[in-house]
T-cell receptor, first 117, second 114 residues
Framework: DGGITQSPKYLFRKEGQNVTLSCEQN?????MYWYRQDPGQGLRLIYY???????QKGDIAEGYSVSREKKESFPLTVTSAQKNPTAFYLC????????????????FGSGTRLTVV | DQQVKQNSPSLSVQEGRISILNCDYT??????FLWYKKYPAEGPTFLIS?????DKNEDGRFTVFLNKSAKHLSLHIVPSQPGDSAVYFC?????????????FGKGTHLIIQP
């Protein structure tokens, strides 16, 4: 079955450490996205990538970095510069340029909960 | 500044009755609107969407209404069922088929009471 996989589901990080969240999709989607959700808040866009080897900053990119070396993979690194990293992180992918679909083929992973200890 | 607003953090509805979730937006460039349902510790799942050229879209128990002049949309669920209890997010896209990401509201927690 095609889908999008995030790992790990729970992650603990010590202050001052970098940590990388994994996101893999086998949907052959061109575009991938990282969102962050905080309690009582909506999803906020961190970074997105529409093609391999290219990515753009979203609304809250400071303290984060990404790479897109393969179409299937879009890992997110939460660096020590991110002042408040504890949150629920969601990865999504969508099909671009494939015609109109009811939700642009937006598919979300099941999320990674990151806690700073 | 929030471009997509869901002003009701929570809503309680009796099973079998109609649930109405509201969403307002400020960006007149939004041309596509989506509703997602989310359970705790899971990713959002797509429910229904509407293009700005329409004022209504229906899918089974779910209907979305769009009032462009008021920059307002609503999601109607009828009849409401216990499995509908979740957080509902309104999202909007500004052209390019959502290629630059979606803008989400803060969500409304819908509670269906037996």
């Amino acid at each position: 079955d095609g889908g999008i996989t995030q790992s790990p589901k729970y992650l603990f990080r010590k202050e001052g450490q970098n940590v990388t969240l994994s996101c893999e999709q086998n949907l052959n989607h061109d575009a991938m996205y990282w969102y962050r959700q905080d309690p009582g808040q909506g999803l906020r866009l961190i970074y997105y990538s529409q093609i391999v080897n290219d990515f753009q900053k979203g609304d809250i990119a400071e303290g984060y970095s990404v790479s897109r070396e393969k179409k299937e993979s879009f890992p997110l690194t939460v660096t020590s510069a991110q002042k408040n990293p504890t949150a629920f992180y969601l990865c999504a992918s969508s099909a671009q340029g494939t015609g109109f679909t009811s939700n642009y083929g937006y598919t979300f992973g099941s999320g990674t909960r990151l806690t700073v200890v | 500044d929030q471009q997509v607003k869901q002003n009701s953090p929570s809503l309680s509805v009796q099973e079998g009755r109609i649930s109405i979730l509201n969403c307002d937006y400020t960006n007149s460039m939004f041309d596509y609107f989506l509703w997602y349902k989310k359970y705790p510790a899971e990713g959002p799942t797509f429910l229904i969407s509407i293009s700005s050229i329409k004022d209504k879209n229906e899918d089974g128990r779910f209907t979305v209404f769009l009032n462009k002049s008021a920059k307002h949309l609503s999601l109607h669920i009828v009849p409401s069922q216990p499995g509908d209890s979740a957080v509902y997010f309104c999202a909007a896209s500004e052209g390019r088929g959502g290629a630059d990401g979606l803008t989400f509201g803060k969500g409304t927690h819908l509670i269906i009471q037996p």
